[in-house]
T-cell receptor
């Protein structure tokens, strides 16, 4: 079965600092998509950023950026200038390729932001 | 545009009962997917509907079923509820083609007593 691994169950970051959340996945295909979602205490799943595997350029969205290493099957999320509102559970989820036409979620990383 | 809506937001049922959850997608989105979130199993895909047809199905027993209507609204039904069905049920909609990003509703919290 295709797996998605988020090796950090919990991370902490000081407000205004930078933090990186890691994610690895497992597919032998070349065409797929990768997503990061955040789930705050409200439980609403919110899209953070997406990456098309065929694009070499790393996606960025304001303070959020990814480090996409296709050969290593690694897709990490960097949050710059962390804010209190960034505190949430973050999920990595590939879609497409051997994962099929659905999101396959990792176990998640709880991010705590300290003031 | 209005986001994905789910009703009801909270539900309490007893074992053996059945339940129906509803999801209205973003206007123009024709695909609706359902996910179950539990502390033990995490987020798991249930099924996806597109143009009133089930396109994908996850590894769940036949007690879990769904359907989609011509206006793209979707319902999922769980029959003969078990304690382990207690979960947050999330619905997501997407357009088709391109990146196909899924946008999620607020979820329905189901508690089975």
């Amino acid at each position: 079965a295709q797996t998605v691994t988020q090796s950090q169950p919990e991370m902490s970051v000081q407000e205004a600092e930078t933090v990186t959340l890691s994610c690895t996945y497992d597919t032998s295909e070349s065409d797929y998509y990768l997503f990061w979602y955040k789930q705050p205490p409200s439980r609403q799943m919110i899209l953070v950023i997406r990456q098309e595997a065929y694009k070499q350029q790393n996606a960025t969205e304001n303070r959020f950026s990814v480090n996409f290493q296709k050969a290593a099957k690694s897709f990490s999320l960097k949050i710059s200038d962390s804010q209190l509102g960034d505190a949430a559970m973050y999920f990595c989820a590939p879609r497409g390729g051997e994962y099929g036409n659905k999101l396959v979620f990792g176990a998640g990383t709880i991010l705590r932001v300290k003031s | 545009k209005a986001g994905v809506t789910q009703t009801p937001r909270y539900l309490i049922k007893t074992r053996g009962q059945q339940v129906t959850l509803s999801c209205s997608p973003i206007s123009g989105h024709r695909s609706v997917s359902w996910y179950q979130q539990t502390p033990g199993q995490g987020l798991q895909f249930l099924f996806e509907y597109f143009s009133e047809t089930q396109r994908n199905k996850g590894n769940f027993p036949g007690r879990f079923s769904g359907r989609q209507f011509s206006n793209s609204r979707s319902e999922m039904n769980v029959s003969t509820l078990e304690l382990g069905d207690s979960a947050l049920y999330l619905c997501a909609s997407r357009t088709t083609g391109g990146t196909d990003t899924q946008y999620f509703g607020p979820g329905t919290r189901l508690t089975v007593l």
